[in-house]
């Protein structure tokens, strides 16, 4: 059984930086794409991040590019999201998702509407106020 754990959520200042933590049980990660969601009180869940085993490249949702980034590290299970220069708009609930990925396929795009992630965690709260 898939079980998704993020950590790092946490009350920053605007213009500060965040690091979140998703470590994954259950499954082997190189088998696996990982993604950041992210959901806000009255919002729609938000892509954030993809990082795509399948097809060793990463992915991002346009409000983040440049600002965020995403890794993995397949022996430890665990997905990372960096975020630096954190605005009030980012705050939001953040999730890892997870879907069965193998084969190698490049250039297939990470988040599509035929591949949907089908595991995810409890998630953990970033806040950002002064």
């Known amino acids: 059984q898939v079980r998704l754990v993020e950590s790092g959520g946490d009350l920053v200042q605007p213009g500060g930086s965040l690091r979140l933590s998703c470590v994954a049980s259950g499954l082997t990660l190189d088998y696996f794409d990982i993604a950041w969601f992210r959901q806000a009180p009255g919002k729609e869940r938000e892509e954030v991040a993809c990082f795509s085993n399948s097809g060793r490249d990463t992915s991002y949702g346009n409000s983040v590019k440049g600002r965020f980034s995403i890794s993995a590290d397949n022996g430890k299970n665990t997905a990372y999201l960096q975020m630096n220069n954190l605005k009030p708009k980012y705050a939001a609930v953040y999730f890892c998702?997870?879907?069965?990925?193998?084969?190698?396929?490049?250039?297939?795009?990470?988040?599509?509407?035929?591949?949907?992630?089908?595991?995810w965690g409890q998630g953990t709260q970033v806040t950002v106020s002064s």
């Open positions: 998702e997870t879907k069965y990925s193998p084969g190698y396929y490049p250039g297939r795009p990470c988040f599509s509407p035929d591949r949907q992630f089908d595991s």
